[in-house]
């Protein structure tokens, strides 16, 4: 077990996936600092690997509204306060992320497809100790954010795919709402 990790992900929406996902990380390491992408639009940048990632409709929680969701469902799940910390982390400019993690901590990824690939080399660029916690083709990959968050617009049901704490605070923020307007305005341009 080593002392520091790093793991990260954009979380639009937090699922049952990223649970079990962050706690692969955790039970590598003593703290798990858990870095949030695409934090504002200044520090998220359109990728050739997974062009999607960067628009409105891929991007509609707040940094605030996740790093809150998180926290309570790492808290819900038995994590200690201490045990993590809840960073943004611009993964599209590796020559920032000193200002964000622990540069000589463990940095945890899973490998789906090419921009899974692109990260662990933008890793490997900056001389970060990396361990890849599994390789699974994308047909494998398990739950969507995406899938969620047309679930969550288009009023179908999608609180079995999502912990308990998360669903509480999309429920309160209104999230599909603002979902269904986002998907509603994509429409209407041909999105």
Request: with cysteine; proline share 6%; aromatic share 12%.
């Amino acid at each position: 077990m080593v002392k520091t990790g790093v793991i990260h992900g954009r979380f639009q929406v937090f699922h049952k996936d990223h649970l079990k996902y962050i706690l692969a990380g955790k039970s590598r390491c003593s703290h798990l600092v858990v870095g949030i992408t695409n934090p504002d639009p200044l520090l998220t940048k359109k990728d050739p690997a997974d062009p999607h990632r960067s628009t409105p409709l891929s991007n509609p929680l707040t940094y605030f509204e996740r790093y809150v969701m998180i926290r309570e469902t790492l808290v819900e799940a038995g994590l200690g306060w201490t045990d993590f910390s809840v960073v943004p982390f611009p993964v599209n400019f590796p020559e920032l992320y000193k200002y964000y993690v622990p540069l000589d901590a463990v940095f945890f990824l899973t490998i789906y497809d090419e921009w899974g690939r692109r990260k662990l080399e933008w890793f490997r660029g900056q001389g970060l100790a990396t361990e890849i916690l599994w390789t699974r083709s994308s047909a494998d990959k398990g739950l969507s954010a995406g899938y969620i968050r047309r679930l969550m617009a288009e009023g179908a049901q999608w609180t079995h795919l999502v912990p308990a704490a998360a669903t509480r605070r999309l429920v309160e923020w209104d999230i599909p709402e603002r979902l269904k307007r986002l998907f509603d305005a994509a429409r209407q341009d041909g999105i």
